[in-house]
């Protein structure tokens, strides 16, 4: 099975280079918003709809004449990419069960005041390639990136995009997943708290960093000078500014608390169970996961490091109750929000709210996988019985063929 992988790098480019890539950035919103008129224009006519291939003769035709040349000046397989894109978002947005609503145009970075626009290149035969630290794009040139981690394979795409006030470039690449482990030899459970803390049930525990707390306590701040300023003068374009960059300073700090999180309980453990967030939310975070998910994010970036791995990952999603459970007799208790500890009132074991809730997510979920017939339960080898209640499951020869299906 293979897997598209996307990572940000920074660049640093030459006042040439980035005198183009803000020009291609507007190319590529120009053409966009090009096309996207024309579709609309054809779909008031006749109800049709442009489709990739009629986009792709239409810029061909314009590229002919002088006002397009700015069109020809761009990099051929980017303005398809942009055809494609657009197709792809039409797709989606008149898909059933979406508004049936066309894509919007996109605005001129000049009216907002940032630099938005991106482009995206396209790999073909071998024109995009890292070099002597530098990143060659099609009639861009060679530009100084930062290689802050190692390709794992040869690179699909690159989009360019002047984010929070620096320069950056999102390489996706396919990699190979590693063949699905047969025996697994372990099974966590995670519960996400109130307080954003990860806790697991073999004992782990990732506290909500304390910088991404200072950080935003400075953003509040930012924000509240903001508003005292006059709108669109020095002094507010100078804080709309900080506030710019530090909220891609933010972005970066949470990618990588998650990154991290989401690398060491991968290691960790063969099976992983999480709540589905999204019921989880509507139980008890009250809109602020959704305002700020670096719990979201971990669970994703552990699904796909799961996968890469050949490992387990597996989310409960029914309104399961988790909280309050005593992980020694499964007793259900009430707890308040700020009851951290209890006592069970059955088999009086000390309990903390937290790993008890992540003993009972790794049980639901240890119970929906056998009852899934996606693992069985077998006899730990000598070895593995030394340590003390260790769970081994075997992967079934039924979610082995699937996931064989699936890469054929
Ligand atoms: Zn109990």
Known sequence: MKKTLRYNFRLN?????????????????????????????????????????????????????????????????????????????????????????????????????????????????????????????????????????????????????YRHGKWECSITQEAECKAAKKRLTSITGFDINSKQTVVGSNGFVADNPKFLKQSKEKLSHLQRQLARRKKGSNR???????????HGKISRQRLNFAHQVSRQITNETDILVFEDLNVKAMQQFNGSMVADNVMGLITQLAKYKAELEGKLYHEIGRFEKSTGICSECDKNHVLSLSERYFTCTQCSTDQSRDLSAAKSIAKTGELDLIAAGIVARVNPTSQQKSAIKTKVFELSKLAEGSEKKEAA
Request: proline share 3%; hydrophobic share 40%; net charge positive.
């Open 13 to 161: 480019p030459t006042p040439e280079q980035e005198a183009r890539l803000i020009e291609f950035g507007a190319t590529a919103r120009g053409i966009w918003n090009l096309l996207l008129s024309e579709t609309i224009r054809r779909y008031e006519y006749d109800k049709t709809f442009l489709f990739y291939k009629d986009m792709a003769s239409l810029i061909k035709e314009l590229k002919v004449f002088e006002e397009f040349s700015w069109i020809k000046a761009f990099d051929s397989a980017a303005a398809q990419q942009v055809a494609r894109d657009l197709e792809t978002a039409l797709k989606n947005a008149f898909s059933k069960g979406r508004l049936q609503r066309f894509p919007k145009h996109k605005v001129s970075y000049k009216r907002k005041k940032l630099y938005n626009d991106s482009f995206r290149a396209v790999n073909n035969s071998n024109c995009i390639r890292i070099e002597n630290g530098a990143i060659s794009i099609p009639k861009v040139g060679k530009v100084p990136i930062i290689l802050h981690r190692d390709l794992v394979s040869q690179i699909k795409t690159v989009t360019v995009q």
């Open 236 to 246: 507010w374009h100078k804080t709309k500014q900080r506030i710019n960059k530090l």
